[in-house]
């Protein structure tokens, strides 16, 4: 095995250990969804090729180690009949993480399908070099999406009724931002606190309050997206349909822009938030 056995075995997804013919491999999950089966067949393979253990990359997706260097055609044949994604140096598809979305008991949204949608749509697409998508379920975040180039969070926004409210308090007592409070006996909603996280609404058995919309909070490198809506009116809060066409200008954005190996973060260092923005303008 000499320096150009390894580059060409790295190209196709076999990185080498430090330690002499050995090398690990990385399997792809659909934005950190997989199946029984998926699982079943990844065990398989590390029982029989490497240590019988593998450890799950920051990502979310499966690293198997120590597979030995005469068993990597082997191992080739095994990934191919179980259909299972192989990860390599020149995939340049969205590397997508989210929770556990609507199963969680703080879910709003789906993050699940809306990962699986983005990683289906652009697996193929083959982006200059690597985008980091991160989807969270409500504001608690987390996963800390402002730390990954595109983030997506949650929100369930309340609205006070006032006529229904019998003033039972339990609203009060469920907001961890202290954001509702009696004057008297009107229930206020204080907006510069509220985190639209819905816990209010779900305490509510009166429909005191109750869920005016759903929507999606966008950040971009770090900072949350704020877009003019068609009547001029600057917007941090999206339909999923509108998130859906934002994301894709952004990716369509990157495809065009982005230099070859370009990370998304250091393009966007390069030509600037204003530029991104000026290309996202007449979205919403
Ligand atoms: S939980 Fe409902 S009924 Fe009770 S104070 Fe809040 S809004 Fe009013
Ligand atoms: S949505 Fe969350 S943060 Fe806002 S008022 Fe209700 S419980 Fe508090």
Same mark, same amino acid.
């Given at each position: 095995m000499d320096i150009q056995d390894i580059k060409q075995l790295r190209m196709e997804g076999f990185l080498p250990l430090k330690?002499?013919?050995y090398f690990r491999i990385r399997i792809s999950s659909e934005a950190g969804k997989m199946t029984g089966e998926d699982i079943e067949h990844i065990a398989y393979i590390s029982k029989e090729y490497g240590k019988g253990y593998v450890n799950f990359t920051t990502r979310l997706c499966v690293e198997i180690p120590w597979i030995k260097y005469e068993n990597i055609e082997k191992v080739k044949e095994e990934i191919k009949n179980f259909n299972l994604l192989l990860l390599r140096p020149r995939h340049k598809f969205p590397s997508i993480i989210s929770c556990g979305g609507k199963i969680c008991t703080?879910? *709003?949204i789906d993050t699940k399908d809306i990962g699986e949608k983005i990683f289906n749509k652009y697996k193929n697409c083959n982006l200059p070099g690597k985008i980091k998508i991160g989807i969270i379920g409500c504001p608690n975040n @987390? =996963?800390?999406v402002e730390s990954e180039d595109l983030g997506i969070v949650g929100k369930r926004i309340p609205k006070i009724i006032e #006529?229904? @409210? *019998?003033?039972c308090g339990l609203c009060v007592k469920s907001c961890r931002k202290n954001a509702i +409070?009696? +004057?008297?006996?009107? =229930? *206020?909603l204080n907006n510069s606190k509220c985190i639209d996280c819905g816990k209010c609404i779900e305490v509510c058995k009166f429909n005191g309050i109750i869920e005016e919309d759903i929507r999606v909070s966008i950040y971009v490198g770090g900072n949350i997206l704020k877009l003019k809506d068609k009547k001029g009116r600057? +917007?941090?809060l999206y339909s999923l #349909? #509108?998130?859906e066409k934002i994301i894709d200008r952004i990716i369509k954005y990157y495809k065009k822009h982005g230099k070859k190996k370009e990370k998304f973060n250091n393009m966007l260092d390069r030509l600037g938030m204003e530029n991104l923005l000026k290309d996202l303008e007449g979205y919403i």
């Open positions: 330690y002499d013919g703080n879910g *709003i @987390c =996963l800390k #006529e229904n @409210c *019998i003033n +409070s009696f +004057s008297n006996t009107k =229930l *206020i600057p +917007s941090t #349909e #509108e998130a």
